[in-house]
């Protein structure tokens, strides 16, 4: 047995769900390129889940539903007001998620059906906690789903207490569709791992977003603007890039187990971000991210994965950077959940071996004469 770090290149499983052959990004055979200039977040959630994209009539039902389910547990809520407010915000999105179990009562009904619908609970849930835990953390009451609008709608009016802007929903929206899923991710492989013993989605979800925190997966886009603040200034960038390069650091927002030649999500958000920039007159982030990234390809050849230009998105949004990895996990849920339904379907334990490298042959000493 010979173990490979971080198993790479090991395939684990099969998935009709999302593929990455040749550095495409499909879900569902439709390429992200695609996807993100025309589908709504809506419609890519049905997609993951169902398998195909939504008559009118399907997402009207689909988008009905999450508006009933977006209210969140009064206890949950309550939970949150005691979370200290300098909690790290995934940490506090994480105890929050797994607290909703606790308040339906068909959180450990695996049929099917009730799996399905607790795939759209999250799904619209989520939303509701991020905007309401920043909320709290800012000393603010959290504000009430409205019903009949759009997640990314509905998350920048319960973030911001007012009717958010249509370029912002649409910024949101298409940004929510570039994170939906990604293949055998480690907060996705997390979740399957932890559905595989047949314990509940939540359990499964909960372990996604302890995955996903992480700076070297979804945590890397508030890391980016870190270090986006840390610079300061477009002149700045090259020594800066240039000291961190000669200490052997690594540049967040950079390199990706599976593109070698670049995340193909990266571009639509780097468009976004210049167009962000023009429309706000300050186009200052914008110039310091392609600064940096001249500098990584050209000296080290990586390429921007899609932390790196979602982070210049979002603060230009004017959102803060605590709530950049959740904002992931909003959109991730959707391909969390398809991934455990799928995994359900056709359920074998995860259980892979270990190759043992410690010592052999030890013999029991008695504690006295150790
Ligand atoms: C949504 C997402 O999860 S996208 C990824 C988000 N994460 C980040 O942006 C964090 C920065 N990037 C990284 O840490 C890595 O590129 C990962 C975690 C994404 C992929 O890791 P791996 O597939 O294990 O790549 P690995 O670490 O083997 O990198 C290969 C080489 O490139 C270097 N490298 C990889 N990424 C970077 C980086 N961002 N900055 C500097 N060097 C890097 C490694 O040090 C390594 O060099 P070496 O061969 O001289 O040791
Ligand atoms: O696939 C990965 O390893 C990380 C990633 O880009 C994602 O989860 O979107």
Do not use: C
């Not at 890519?44 to 508006?67: H, I, K, M, V």
């Not at 603010?140 to 249509?166: C, H, T």
């Amino acid at each position: 047995m010979t173990a490979t770090k971080g198993l790479e290149g090991i395939v684990a499983t099969t998935s009709s769900i999302s593929s990455i052959v040749d550095g495409v990004l499909t879900y569902r055979g439709y390429d992200i390129d695609d996807l993100a200039v025309n589908a709504t977040f809506e419609e890519t959630a049905y997609l993951l889940w169902f398998g195909s994209l939504p008559t009118t009539p399907e997402l009207q039902a689909l988008q009905r539903d999450l508006s009933a389910f977006a209210e969140v547990p009064e206890q949950v809520i309550a939970q949150m007001k005691l979370y200290p407010k300098t909690a790290n915000t995934m940490a506090a999105l994480r105890s929050a998620v797994s607290s909703l179990a606790l308040y339906d009562e068909a959180a450990d009904d695996m049929s099917r059906e009730a799996n399905e619908i607790k795939a759209v609970k999250l799904q619209a849930q989520i939303p509701t906690l991020v905007a309401a835990l920043a909320r709290i953390r800012k000393g603010l009451e959290p504000v009430a789903p409205r019903e009949g609008v759009s997640i990314a709608e509905n998350f920048l009016y319960m973030l911001w207490g007012k009717q958010p802007d249509i370029i912002s929903v649409k910024a949101l929206d298409a940004a929510l569709v570039l994170h939906a899923d990604h293949e055998l991710n480690a907060s996705t492989f997390a979740s399957r791992v932890t559905v595989a013993t047949l314990s509940d989605i939540y359990s499964g979800v909960t372990s996604a977003i302890g995955a996903l925190k992480g700076p070297l997966h979804g945590g890397a886009n508030e890391a980016v603007m870190k270090m986006l603040e840390e610079i300061g200034s477009l002149e700045a960038v090259e020594p800066y890039i240039r000291a961190k390069l000669e200490r052997r650091e690594k540049i967040m927002g950079f390199g990706h187990r599976v593109y070698k030649n670049g995340d193909p999500r990266a571009k639509h958000l780097m468009k976004m971000s210049q167009e962000l920039g023009t429309m706000k007159n300050n186009t200052t982030l914008y110039d310091m991210s392609v600064k940096i990234e001249e500098l990584i390809t050209g000296q080290k050849g990586l390429k921007p994965n899609v932390d790196f230009y979602s982070a210049s998105v979002y603060t230009q949004l004017g959102i803060e950077r605590e709530l950049f990895t959740p904002i992931f996990a909003i959109s991730r849920t959707s391909g969390w959940t398809a991934h455990i339904l799928e995994q359900y379907e056709d359920n074998r334990i995860i259980r892979p071996r270990a190759e043992y490298t410690g010592m052999l042959e030890q013999k029991y000493v008695p504690v006295d004469e150790r």
